[in-house]
């Protein structure tokens, strides 16, 4: 995987937002309205307008996530977007019969989800950091983000509580229920995100 350039932006895929915006309501009632007025009109523009397989970049993104933060508070932030991960990979109409299938064929553990993350984070997230997990144990896994791009640590930190809880949704996923720490290390733009199942 490459380093990250830090004279480059950190971008993420327009679709990751997007379609939180599509299912924040199912989490709580009332919430996207609530987010369209906290979020820049801007922001919220070029992410709808976006198309879903563009990049964007996180300076962006993070306006709508950060509102969206400050909305449930940080705790609730981590079981938003697990509750939106779970929702979008392993129950939306198109994914859901994929997801059950290989469940059903393949006995997919959170284990076997979280070998996948280090593959294909760049499908998703690109100058944003050098991914690796290791598993400490047998139903714990750790990411272990290195190289984050410095933008993302001294701008916009809690945008990292999206990719906590992204993560922690890996579990509900495979059909368990897991728990995340994350810890920050700025000084050495590292970021560990711990998962328990």
Not at 60 to 85: H, N, P
Request: some cysteine.
């Amino acid at each position: 995987m490459e380093a990250v350039d830090p004279t480059k932006p950190p971008v993420v895929r327009a679709r990751a937002t997007q379609d939180m915006l599509a299912v924040i309501d199912e989490f709580e009632a009332g919430l996207e309205a609530k987010l369209r007025a906290k979020a820049p009109a801007e922001a919220l523009a070029r992410v709808e307008e976006a198309a879903t397989t563009a990049y964007l970049p996180t300076r962006i993104t993070s306006q709508v996530v950060l509102a969206a933060v400050d909305l449930v508070g940080r705790e609730r932030a981590v079981k938003l977007w697990r509750f939106f991960f779970v929702r979008r990979y392993g129950r939306s109409p198109i994914l859901r019969a994929i997801v059950t299938g290989a469940l059903r064929l393949f006995g997919i553990s959170p284990a076997s989800l979280y070998r996948q993350v280090q593959r294909n984070w760049h499908t998703t997230y690109r100058n944003m950091c050098v991914p690796s997990v290791y598993f400490p144990e047998e139903n714990r896994v750790v990411i272990h983000l290195r190289d984050v791009h410095p933008e993302i640590l001294e701008e916009y930190p809690d945008y990292l509580l999206a990719l906590q809880g992204g993560l922690e949704g890996m579990t509900g996923m495979a059909g368990a229920d897991g728990t995340s720490t994350m810890r920050i290390d700025k000084d050495a733009r590292e970021v560990e995100i711990e998962i328990t199942w």
